[in-house]
Nanobody, 118 residues
Framework: QVQLVESGGGLVQPGGSLRLSCAAS????????MGWYRQAPGKQRELVAI??????DYADSVKGRFTISRDNAKNTVYLQMNSLKPEDTAVYYC?????????????WGQGTQVTVSS
């Protein structure tokens, strides 16, 4: 089982910044896609940013403010969030897909709370 552990959430004022991290661990695995989703109270989970094969994609609502990056050697993905807005408040989930023991997997982290409030 490939496990994903997130860190970096918290409370920040509007206009502030946070950096989320997600580290994957396990044995005999390779990852081709990593990303971040979020779910606000009463809303469906939505894509925030994703990276696969060197390409990245962002939700329109975060373009120009959030940056996703990946350290392949550490099997870690980051989400740098700048100019945060109250509407960015949500639980942020890390996502990863790849192969373990030659079988496909796609797993989720436990989630980390991001609250943007003054």
């Amino acid at each position: 089982q490939v496990q994903l552990v997130e860190s970096g959430g918290g409370l920040v004022q509007p206009g502030g910044s946070l950096r989320l991290s997600c580290a994957a661990s396990g044995s005999m695995f390779s990852i081709d896609t990593m990303g971040w989703y979020r779910q606000a109270p009463g809303k469906q989970r939505e894509l925030v940013a994703i990276t696969s094969g060197g390409s990245t994609d962002y939700a329109d609502s975060v373009k120009g403010r959030f940056t996703i990056s990946r350290d392949n050697a550490k099997n870690t993905v980051y989400l740098q969030m700048n100019s945060l807005k109250p509407e960015d408040t949500a639980v942020y989930y890390c996502y990863a897909a790849g192969r373990q023991y030659y079988r496909r997997f796609d797993n989720w982290g436990q989630g980390t709370q991001v609250t943007v409030s003054s």
